[in-house]
C-alpha cells in the first residue's frame, strides 16, 4: 500500500476586440469541515501551450471567444476525476491499442499527482460518513426465561468523525486499492424494544451510543460504460476494531445490557457497512458527473464543442493512470472525424505529474469552427489604432493612411480570417497558415479607404506562467494578395511601395496586436472557466510531429473539492 502523509492548451479562439508506500494524516481545512458540519446538522440521519505553435493569422476584430482543453479529486476515485476530466462518447473498444487511431487526445496521470490526491481522500470518505442515512432496523430475539425480545433500532447518527490516514495502491489492469485507517466515529440512535412470557409484558425506550473504530477498504473496478469511464464500488469492507455499545436513559439490568451488546452491535455492523459502502458508491458517481459536467463547460463556447469521451477503457499501471478521448470537435450538427492518430503511448513519460497529449487533428478542426462562426476577426480603431502606426517602419507611411488616421474623426481598421486557417505541428515547432483580409475606415465613412488581402504563416511559440497566457509569434510568410484604394468612387490598385509599407505593418504592427489580443482573451476564457484556481507548477509544452504534449506539475486545487462536496450533501 502507499501511503501519503502552468500549461497551455488549445482550443477554438477568436478574435473581437482588440514505489511502495504513501501516507496522509488527515488534517482540516475549515472551509470543507464547515460544509460537512452545517449539512450534518441540516440533515438528522434516521436511519463531486505549446513551446512552439506557430500560428498564420487571418483575423477579423475582437477576439470574442476561445475553449481549450485542460483540467482533480482524491484517489478514492482517482481516475474519475482523471480519466472522465473529458466527458461522454457513444462506445468504446476492448482493446486500448485498437482505439489509439481514434484517439484525439490523451490524459495521464502519474503517481506523483495520485499523492497529491491522496491528501484529500479523507475529505471525501467524511463527506460519506456524514451523509449516509442509516435506516431504522427492526428484529427480535428468543431468550430462556425471558422470551421473545423484540427490537428496534432509530434515529442512528454519526457524531465525532475523525479519520487517521489514508493508504492507496494503483494495481496494474485493475483499479485502486485504498485503505482508509483510523475512523473513529461515534453513533447515536434510539432502542425500542419489548419482551415478555405468561408471567411479564415490558416495553421500553432507551437512547444508546456506540463507540467506534474502523478501517475501511475499497478496490474501486474501472471499466467503460455507455462512452465513458465508470468505477464499481462494490468491493467495499470495514473492519471494526472497536465497537462499544452504551445504553444510557433508565438504568437497565446488566443482563439486557449484556444481551443487546451481542446482537445490537452485530446488526450496527451490518447496518453501517452497508450504508457506508452505498454511500460511497453514490459519491462515486456524483463525482464523475461533477467532473464531466465541469470538463463539458469548460471545452464548450457558443456553438463550439468538442467531444471528449473515451475510446476505451483506460489503462493503469504501477506508475499511472492513462486515458484516450476522441476530441473531436462539433458546430452546426456536425463532426470531426478522427480515425489515423498517430498516439502511442511511449511518447509519453512518467517523471512528471500530468501530461496532455493533443492531435493536429484536434486542433484544425477547432480553427476551422472558429472560422465559420465569425471569431476570428479583430476591430480596431480610434486612438488606439492611431498609437499602434506610431511604431517605427522602415517603410514611409503613404499619405492617405496618415490623413485617415490624423484627420478623420474615428479611423477603424476591420481584419478577419478570409479562409480557413491551417495548423501543423512539428519538433521544430507549430506553424499556421491562412489568408487574411483587412479595411481601413476612415470617419464615417461607409467605403473603406483600403482594402488588402495577404497570405500569412506564423511560427508561435506559447508559455503559460503567473496564471496567464503568454503567445510569441515570427512571421515566416507574409504575402500581399491584393491591395486596392478606393478614391472617388474608383478602386486604384496600390503600387510597389505602398503595398511594402502594408506588409511591414502587417508583420510589425498587425501580427503582434492580434497575438496579444489573443493572449487577453484566452487567459480571460480559461480564467472563467477556472484554470487560474489551479496550481500549476513548471509547465512545458513540446510539439512534435503532428502532436504536443504538454505536462506539467500542479497542486490540488481547493476549490474543486468544496464545489464537489456542496454539491455532494445538498
Same mark, same amino acid.
Given at each position: ?382 486612438? &488606439? /489604432? *492611431?498609437? =499602434? ?10 499619405? !492617405?493612411?496618415? +490623413?485617415? %488616421? ?114 487577453? &482573451? /484566452? *487567459?480571460? =476564457? ?10 500549476? !507548477?513548471?509547465? +512545458?509544452? %513540446? ?28
Amino acid at each position: 500500500m502507499r501511503e501519503s502523509g502552468a500549461a497551455t492548451a488549445y482550443g477554438s479562439w477568436s478574435l473581437k476586440g482588440t514505489k511502495k508506500k504513501n501516507c496522509q494524516d488527515s488534517g482540516t481545512e475549515g472551509r470543507l469541515d464547515e460544509i460537512l458540519l452545517r449539512k450534518t446538522h441540516k440533515h438528522k440521519v434516521n436511519c463531486n501551450m505549446p513551446t512552439g505553435l506557430k500560428i498564420s493569422n487571418s483575423h477579423r476584430g475582437q477576439l470574442s471567444s476561445c475553449t481549450m482543453p485542460r483540467d482533480v479529486f482524491p484517489p478514492l476515485l482517482l481516475l474519475l476525476l482523471f480519466l472522465s476530466v473529458f466527458g461522454a462518447s457513444h462506445a468504446c473498444l476492448q482493446d486500448p491499442a485498437s482505439a489509439y487511431r481514434f484517439t484525439g487526445a490523451v490524459c495521464r496521470l502519474t503517481y506523483p499527482a495520485a499523492v497529491v490526491l491522496n491528501e484529500k481522500t479523507t475529505k471525501v470518505i467524511e463527506a460519506a460518513f456524514q451523509h449516509a442515512r442509516y435506516p431504522s432496523v427492526k428484529g427480535e430475539k428468543s431468550l430462556l426465561f425471558i422470551g421473545r425480545v423484540i427490537y428496534g433500532l432509530d434515529n442512528l447518527e454519526i457524531h465525532n468523525l475523525s479519520i487517521g490516514r489514508s493508504a492507496f495502491e494503483l494495481h496494474p489492469g485493475e483499479g485502486i486499492a485504498l485503505e482508509i485507517g483510523n475512523v473513529s466515529a461515534v453513533f447515536r440512535g434510539t432502542i425500542q424494544y419489548g419482551y415478555g412470557s405468561w408471567l411479564v409484558n415490558v416495553a421500553h425506550s432507551i437512547d444508546f451510543e456506540i463507540e467506534s473504530q474502523i478501517d475501511l477498504g475499497i478496490n474501486p473496478k474501472l471499466y467503460c460504460r455507455d462512452g465513458k469511464v465508470a468505477a464499481d464500488t462494490s468491493d467495499c469492507y470495514l473492519h471494526f476494531h472497536k465497537l462499544h455499545l452504551h445504553l444510557q436513559g433508565d438504568k437497565e439490568p446488566n443482563w439486557l445490557r449484556k444481551v443487546f451488546t451481542d446482537f445490537i452491535t452485530f446488526t450496527v455492523k451490518l447496518a453501517i457497512k452497508g450504508q457506508i459502502c452505498k454511500e460511497i458508491n453514490k459519491v462515486a458517481n456524483i463525482l464523475a458527473d461533477f467532473i464531466q459536467d465541469t470538463a463539458g463547460q469548460f471545452l464548450s463556447y457558443g456553438g463550439i464543442s468538442v467531444d471528449i469521451g473515451v475510446t476505451a477503457a483506460p489503462v493503469i499501471n504501477a506508475n499511472y493512470i492513462e486515458s484516450y478521448h476522441k476530441g473531436l470537435t462539433n458546430y452546426n450538427n456536425t463532426s470531426a472525424v478522427i480515425n489515423d492518430s498517430v498516439f502511442h503511448p511511449r511518447q509519453l513519460t512518467e517523471n512528471r505529474m500530468l501530461y496532455f497529449w493533443v492531435s493536429d487533428q484536434v486542433l484544425n478542426p477547432l480553427f476551422t469552427a472558429a472560422h465559420q462562426d465569425s471569431r476570428l476577426q479583430l476591430n480596431i480603431s480610434g486612438a &488606439e /489604432l *492611431t498609437e =499602434l502606426f506610431k511604431t517605427n517602419l522602415s517603410s514611409a507611411m503613404p499619405a !492617405f493612411i496618415r +490623413e485617415c %488616421l490624423l484627420e478623420s474623426g474615428s479611423p477603424q481598421l476591420r481584419v478577419w480570417s478570409s479562409s480557413v486557417p491551417y495548423l501543423n505541428t512539428s519538433t521544430y515547432g507549430t506553424t499556421v497558415w491562412g489568408t487574411a483580409s483587412g479595411e481601413l475606415h476612415c470617419g464615417t465613412q461607409g467605403t473603406p479607404i483600403l482594402f488588402f488581402k495577404m497570405d500569412v504563416a506564423i511560427d508561435i511559440a506559447a508559455s503559460y506562467a503567473d496564471k496567464k497566457l503568454f503567445l510569441q509569434g515570427n512571421p515566416s510568410e507574409v504575402f500581399v494578395l491584393q491591395a486596392e484604394l478606393s478614391s472617388q468612387n474608383q478602386t486604384v490598385q496600390l503600387d510597389e511601395d505602398h503595398v511594402d509599407f502594408i506588409r511591414e505593418a502587417v508583420e510589425k504592427i498587425g501580427i503582434p496586436k492580434v497575438l496579444s489580443a489573443l493572449e487577453i &482573451e /484566452l *487567459t480571460r =476564457l480559461l480564467d472563467k472557466q477556472g484554470a487560474n484556481l489551479f496550481d500549476i !507548477f513548471n509547465p +512545458e509544452v %513540446l510539439p512534435q510531429d503532428g502532436f504536443v504534449v504538454i505536462q506539467m506539475d500542479f497542486g490540488f486545487p481547493h476549490h474543486l473539492l468544496t464545489q464537489f462536496l456542496r454539491k455532494a450533501l445538498q
